[in-house]
């Protein structure tokens, strides 16, 4: 069993500031890429931020410059540094994984988490 658990979401004022965090924890060998994604009501889920073990990034357009995605590999944990925050920018974010796990033996499997709301309003 794999568990990826978020927090940091919460309700802040439009131009502030939140960290999300996503910690992994259970049957790991390797954690592969990582990712954010978020969904607001009545859209599609969207990638936000992916990053890999080496740790190259990527951005949606909507939040480059914006948004900083990091990853300690050592705590299996995936950050995501969201600054200029827009009401745009209100979902539901999720992390995802890309993990080999120890049972089954090396079985490469997507692993999320349940979601960090954040909300955006002044």
């Known amino acids: 069993q794999v568990q990826l658990v978020e927090s940091g979401g919460g309700l802040v004022q439009p131009g502030g500031s939140l960290r999300l965090s996503c910690a992994a924890s259970?049957?790991?060998?390797?954690?592969?890429?990582m990712g954010w994604y978020r969904q607001s009501p009545g859209k599609q889920r969207e990638l936000v931020a992916s990053?890999?073990?080496?740790?190259?990034?990527d951005y949606a357009d909507s939040v480059e410059g914006r948004f900083t995605i990091s990853r300690d590999n050592a705590k299996n944990t995936v950050y995501l540094q969201m600054n200029s925050l827009e009401p745009e920018d209100t979902a539901d974010y999720s992390c995802n994984a890309r993990i080999a796990t120890t049972q089954p033996l090396l079985k490469i499997m997507d692993f999320w988490g349940k979601g960090a709301p954040v909300t955006v309003s002044s």
């Open positions: 259970g049957s790991i060998a390797i954690i592969y890429d």
């Open positions: 990053i890999t073990r080496s740790g190259t990034t």
